[in-house]
């Protein structure tokens, strides 16, 4: 099992940006692919970044590409999502995912363990 804790959500004015991070522990970081979703009120979850297992690799989602960075650090069992230049329509829950082997880094089924998600809320 591995177990996710979101965390670096909260309220924000557009334009402004927050860092989340997803701390990771049970199993060995450094095996795991991990993906960043967002949920809004109302909508489907939709993903938002993914990033492989050694950093080498990230994916973005065209609604997020230029303003969002995917990162992790395997020392400290640890991924972030750094979002600038927020937009009200980046509010939502986000949660952070981990597989182990992944075939489709944008399909929220293709992941295998979740947080619980962080709030992102921002004002116009």
């Known amino acids: 099992q591995v177990q996710l804790v979101e965390s670096g959500g909260g309220l924000v004015q557009a334009g402004g940006s927050l860092r989340l991070s997803c701390a990771a522990s049970g199993r060995t970081f450094s095996d795991y692919n991990m993906g960043w979703f967002r949920q809004a009120p109302g909508k489907e979850r939709e993903f938002a970044a993914a990033?492989?297992?050694?950093?080498?690799?990230?994916y973005y989602a065209d609604s997020v590409k230029g303003r969002f960075t995917i990162s992790r650090d395997n020392a400290k069992n640890t991924v972030y999502l750094q979002m600038s230049s927020l937009k009200p329509e980046d509010t939502a829950v986000y949660y952070c995912a981990a597989v182990r082997y992944l075939d489709y880094y944008s399909t929220s089924s293709s992941y295998e363990y979740w947080g619980q998600g962080t709030q992102v809320t921002v004002s116009s």
């Open positions: 990033i492989s297992r050694s950093g080498g690799s990230a």
